[in-house]
């Protein structure tokens, strides 16, 4: 597996495993749109390790070690490397979906969704395009 691949997998990993098949692959939508606006780098890395959007890679987030210990050939990673080559070429369930957040999981609802459009809920996470 390339760096790239493995940083975009863990990626989806990290943030929504938990979120079963549809939350996973909706993440995957989520990558292949930032990438394709180009404000979030001009590939998958970037979009991935731009500063503060995903918080698995922050290096203040507690979780950030269990990426590591994920080994490479995991069959959870595996599907989700699948799940971001389908994204790649299918249509956008997440009608252009660039962000997204669990409502479960914060007190109030994050600034920067104010304004956006909220495109569905998958996995138990809320879905948005139109972020300024």
């Given amino acids: 597996m390339s760096f790239a691949r493995d ?13 079963g098949a549809p939350g996973m692959k909706a993440v995957c939508h989520v990558l292949w749109n930032r990438l ?3 404000r979030w780098g001009s590939n998958l890395t970037a979009v991935c390790l731009w ?3 995903f918080s698995c890679w922050n290096t203040s987030d507690p ?8 080994p490479e050939d995991s ?13 790649a070429n299918e249509a ?7 962000h ?21 809920q998958w996995g138990g996470q809320l879905f948005f395009s139109g972020v300024k």
Wanted: glycine fraction near 8%; proline fraction near 7%.
């Fill in 63 to 70: 979780n950030r070690l269990r990426l590591a210990r994920e």
């Fill in 75 to 87: 069959p959870i990673l595996f599907s989700i490397g699948m799940m971001l080559d389908a994204a």
């Fill in 51 to 53: 500063p503060e959007q």
């Fill in 7 to 19: 940083i975009a997998i863990r990626t989806v990993f990290m943030e929504a495993s938990g979120s």
């Fill in 100 to 120: 997204y957040y669990d409502p479960d999981s914060v007190l109030h609802e994050p600034p920067w969704a104010a304004g956006a459009t909220n495109t569905g």
């Fill in 92 to 98: 956008d369930f997440t009608q252009g979906a660039t």
């Fill in 36 to 38: 394709h606006s180009g």
